[in-house]
């Protein structure tokens, strides 16, 4: 479904979980780090920034995606690695994990503005769930939507 061979697949896992070792969690302590995989072969990489006051937090595809935007890049999103668990938490009890609604919301303006729809790779205790974004953010709201923007 990915259309990532099998190497390049792993390394984005690989490249999310390594982020996760730079995630500021002190709260929750429940580490996130997210991969992105753009057409030209670069990987972007974030984890997820707590803060005391909750809502100011930064879950770790926004932080990828703000690198991302920061460096200039406006399209060409392929695929989004995210991995998880708390600092606890051994490797077959880590969870499955997706990006939450936000994210959903964040990866697809960029996505939409490259004419992508990125598959997914929510990666857990020796299971990866594949999904395109299209179908974690059904009827998207995005550049499109405003009739001048993006395609």
Known sequence: ?????????DALI???????GNAYAPYSRFHVGAALLFDDGAVVTGANVENASY????????????????AGRRGGLVAVAVTGGAID???AERPTI???GRCRQ??????????TDPVVLCA??????????????PMAFGP???GTLGG
């Open 14 to 20: 690989a490249a999310a979980k390594a982020a996760e």
């Open 98 to 100: 997706s990006p939450c």
């Open 124 to 137: 857990g205790a020796g299971e990866v769930v594949e999904i395109r974004l299209s179908a974690l953010l």
């Open 55 to 70: 809502g100011l937090s930064l879950c770790a595809e926004t932080v990828a995606m703000a690198a991302a935007a920061a």
């Open 106 to 115: 964040v990866l697809n303006e960029f996505a939409t503005l490259g004419g």
């Open 89 to 91: 938490t051994s490797e």
């Open 144 to 146: 499109a939507s405003f």
């Open 1 to 9: 479904m990915s259309g990532l061979d099998p190497a390049a697949r």
